[in-house]
């Protein structure tokens, strides 16, 4: 079912991927936030979340992604190889 926007345009339903720097930026308005603010409690959640959300964008960058890896080639049926082979 799509969801619809301010305006009553629809969208179709669709994964969100959001970069690191998102979280990055997150981050550091939390811990500014945390420095700003005179509520000691405040502070300490606000730095709290802040460690919980940078661990888990450590975690996904030390993931390594599976669609980036290398696909094996076959010598015997890529066609750049012969390419390659004739040039050296």
């Known amino acids: 079912m799509p969801r619809f926007a301010p305006g ?7 994964n969100i991927v959001l970069s690191r720097d998102y979280f990055v930026r997150q981050v550091t308005a939390l811990l500014k936030f945390a420095k700003e603010t005179t509520n000691p409690r405040l502070a300490a959640v606000l730095i709290e979340k802040a460690a919980d959300l940078k661990s888990q964008v450590d975690e ?9 890896q290398a696909l094996d ?6 066609p750049l190889l012969p390419d390659i082979r004739s040039q050296t």
Request: no cysteine; aromatic share 4%; hydrophobic share 25%.
């Open 73 to 78: 080639v076959d010598p015997e049926t890529s």
């Open 8 to 14: 009553g345009r629809a969208y179709p339903k669709r």
């Open 60 to 68: 996904l960058s030390t993931t390594p992604d599976p669609a980036a």
